[in-house]
């Protein structure tokens, strides 16, 4: 079996407070300085993207919206604010990256916004050793506030590389195991994961040992890569900016030893060709079912009528601006699975 040896890497980058001047609810907002702050954050992250190829990464990955725009994402007393943004810095993203992936020889999985047409998609965007873009990933399941400004994806594609094949998932994707079951189901070795949202260790093992690829995750704390084998393989831990490299082995990754039962009956050594062969299709047919049984239990709509966003985006702009008086914000971002 061929030498499929790889560094992989994740790149963490810690929170960062968007200076007033760059921020659409303060009364000293500036166009100007909200562009200066973006470009800032894409420089930021692509510094440590060329560490990570420093450090002979193969490939490594960012986290979600590296030019910082989600602020401006959410203002909607002037949309314009966040389309001017996307549509002018996309072209300096794509270069800058593009740079560092050429001068490095590597790839790089970068999120952003980009536009369209006349829509916007959240994307992650697979850069080649080159510094082409190889394709593109659009963020398929959308926060509502999300929803405002930015168009859902509708698919799940992989893309062929040297390493082998690569798929893309963009932080609330990891709510649905289905995200990462498609990108499996379509071939996909390695999953890279932008994400503003910190993914739990155990959900990182699980999906990696279930659909037997690496999966690397990239956000503000803890960004981390696991193994096919529910092994963490690295981890940026607590550090406010930081590179995770990790050895990888795509070849044998997925191999059972010799004397493994399953192996000895099967005839099939490799969990993932083993749980593709084996797989009951005709049994998962609730999985595509739009109106599940278990729908019923809750009552019809969500809050995505006009009324409903307007009414929560009031109480978000209230919020926002308690937060540049210094005062104390009532609402938080992030829930405790202990509550």
């Not at 960012?62 to 725009?69: L, P, V, Y």
């Not at 314009?80 to 943004?85: A, H, S």
């Amino acid at each position: 079996m061929a030498d499929k040896r790889m560094k992989l890497a994740t790149t963490q980058m810690g929170w960062r407070e968007t200076p007033k001047e760059a921020h659409p609810y303060s009364d000293v907002f500036s166009l100007d300085a909200a562009r200066a702050h973006s470009r800032s954050r894409v420089e930021a992250h692509a510094a440590l993207v060329a560490k990570a190829g420093e450090m002979g990464a193969d490939i490594a990955v960012t986290g979600e919206d590296i030019a910082s725009t989600s602020y401006a994402l959410t203002y909607l007393d002037d949309p314009t604010i966040f389309q001017t943004l996307t549509r002018e810095l996309h072209p300096y993203i794509i270069e800058t990256l593009g740079a560092v992936a050429a001068r490095r020889g590597m790839h790089i999985v970068a999120c952003f916004y980009e536009p369209e047409g006349d829509v916007i998609y959240n994307s992650a965007v697979l850069f080649g050793r080159d510094g082409k873009v190889i394709g593109r990933y659009h963020k398929v399941n959308l926060p509502i506030y999300e929803t405002w400004q930015v168009k859902n994806g509708d698919a799940f594609p992989v893309f062929e590389t040297d390493l082998g094949v690569v798929g893309m998932l963009v932080c609330y994707d990891e709510m649905w195991p289905e995200a990462s079951a498609s990108l499996a189901m379509n071939g996909a070795q390695i999953i890279c994961h932008p994400s503003a949202a910190t993914i739990p260790d155990w959900k990182m093992k699980t999906r990696a040992m279930d659909h037997q690829v690496f999966y690397i995750s990239s956000t503000g704390v803890n960004s981390m890569i696991a193994a096919p084998n529910a092994k963490i393989l690295a981890d940026c831990g607590d550090q406010d900016e930081a590179v995770a490299v990790a050895e990888a082995d795509l070849a044998t990754a997925t191999l059972s030893p010799e004397n493994f039962w399953e192996y000895i009956y099967s005839g099939i050594r490799d969990h993932r060709e083993r749980h593709l062969k084996l797989r009951q299709a005709e049994a998962y047919r609730v999985l595509c079912d739009p109106n599940p049984p278990a729908l019923a239990q809750f009552p019809p709509g969500i809050a995505n009528t006009p009324e409903a966003i307007r009414e929560a985006y009031e109480k978000q702009k209230a919020d926002y601006l308690r937060g540049l008086r210094g005062e104390k914000q009532l609402y938080e971002w992030r829930w405790s699975e202990e509550d």
